[in-house]
C-alpha cells in the first residue's frame, strides 16, 4: 500500500465517524492546522503515534441511566449508540483500506486557509503519492476557497481573507 493510503486508512480506521472516505480523510492530513502531522523524510505522518479511536470518545460521551431516564421524561428516545456509547460508523472502519482509494463528498466546510496547513508546508522532496494527494486536495478546496458559503462569508474578518487570497497564491500554484 502506497505511503498516503496506509495513512488515510489508518485515519478512516481510527475516526470512521469523522472521515468516511479518501477525499475526507485527505483534508484532515493536508488541509486543517494542528491536527498532528508532521512532514518527515518526506512523508507526512501523526507526530505522536496516538493509538486512541473514536472508541474512546463516543463510551465518553455515552448516555448514563439517569440521563437516560431524563431523556424518556421528555419524550426523547436516544439512539442505540448514545446509550451503548458505539461508533454510529463502526461499519465504516472495516472497510478503511478500501475507502483510503475512494474520493468522495467533503460534506463540510473546509478548514480556513492559512499558509501554516501542512498542504503549503510540503517539502520539496516530498514523496510523489503525497506530490499526488497535494494536488488531489488542491483541486477540492480550490473552488470551495474561492466561492465561501454564506455562512464563512459571514464570520469573515480581513485577516481571513489576506490568509484566502494568498492560500489561493499557493494552491494555484500546485494545480499548475
Not at 494542528?34 to 496516538?50: E, K, P, Q
Not at 439512539?79 to 478500501?98: F, K, L, N
Request: with cysteine; charged share 20%; glycine share 6%.
Amino acid at each position: 500500500m502506497d505511503p498516503v493510503s496506509a495513512t488515510l486508512a489508518g485515519l478512516i480506521g481510527r475516526y470512521p465517524c469523522a472521515y468516511s472516505n479518501r477525499t475526507q480523510a485527505l483534508h484532515q492530513a493536508l488541509i486543517v492546522l494542528g491536527n498532528g502531522m508532521v512532514w518527515r523524510h518526506g512523508l507526512l505522518v501523526d507526530r505522536a503515534g496516538d493509538p486512541r479511536d473514536c472508541r474512546d470518545i463516543h463510551q465518553r460521551s455515552r448516555l448514563t441511566a439517569a440521563e437516560t431516564k431524563l431523556y424518556a421524561a421528555a419524550g426523547i428516545t436516544p439512539s442505540t449508540e448514545q446509550i451503548t456509547g458505539a461508533c454510529p460508523a463502526e461499519p465504516v472502519r472495516a472497510r478503511a483500506a478500501e475507502l483510503a482509494h475512494e474520493p468522495g463528498p467533503l460534506d463540510r466546510e473546509p478548514y480556513p486557509p492559512s499558509l501554516q496547513i501542512p498542504l503549503f508546508l510540503m517539502p520539496a522532496d516530498a514523496d510523489p503519492h503525497w506530490q499526488h494527494a497535494a494536488r488531489e486536495t488542491a483541486a477540492v478546496v480550490a473552488p470551495l476557497w474561492q466561492q465561501p458559503s454564506v455562512a464563512v462569508l459571514a464570520t469573515e474578518n480581513e485577516y481571513t481573507a489576506h490568509q484566502r487570497t494568498a492560500a489561493l497564491e499557493r494552491i494555484a500554484a500546485l494545480l499548475t
